[in-house]
């Protein structure tokens, strides 16, 4: 008996660490980086076909997605994608990943003060779902994103 309720117990804690189910809202969770920007200008919204274009992704690997980015030349960015399959949210953080590179290759000569902002971009994956957000208080951006899970 008395293994018996030590095993229960054991379960029972095994159970609290596991992660729970992440289900975000693209369009809103975007919206709540978005305002949450430190920029000196609001960021813009991109519409699906575009964001699709931008990141050379299609509506076979992604659910949904919703983009911001800057306007007047900075690298201010906000993305939230929901991808079909695990399959495919490696695919976006991958492309997320190659963006953040040419970006650095293409500011390194035209805003080089830019670039701290690319290097402390947050991408963090939960399931799914791929969230990008860089921002100049990359502390701030890394707390805001933690928030939506």
Do not use: H
């Amino acid at each position: 008996m008395k293994k018996v309720c030590i095993l229960i117990m054991l379960l029972a804690c095994l159970a609290g660490c596991s992660q729970k189910a992440v289900d975000l809202d693209p369009q809103t969770a975007a919206k709540t980086l978005s305002d949450s920007s430190t920029g000196d200008s609001p960021l813009s919204k991109l519409d699906l076909d575009a964001a699709l274009s931008l990141y050379g992704l299609t509506s076979e690997e992604v659910a949904d997605a919703s983009l911001y980015i800057g306007n007047s030349g900075t690298v201010d960015e906000v993305s939230v994608w929901k991808a079909v399959s695990d399959s495919a949210a490696n695919t976006i953080e991958d492309r997320i990943r190659d963006r953040i590179a040419t970006q650095k290759d293409v500011y390194a000569d035209y805003r080089p003060d830019e670039i701290p902002k690319l290097n402390n971009a947050v991408v963090a994956r939960r399931g799914q779902f791929v969230i990008l957000f860089i921002d100049g208080d990359w502390k701030a951006a890394q707390k805001a994103v933690d928030s939506l899970f």
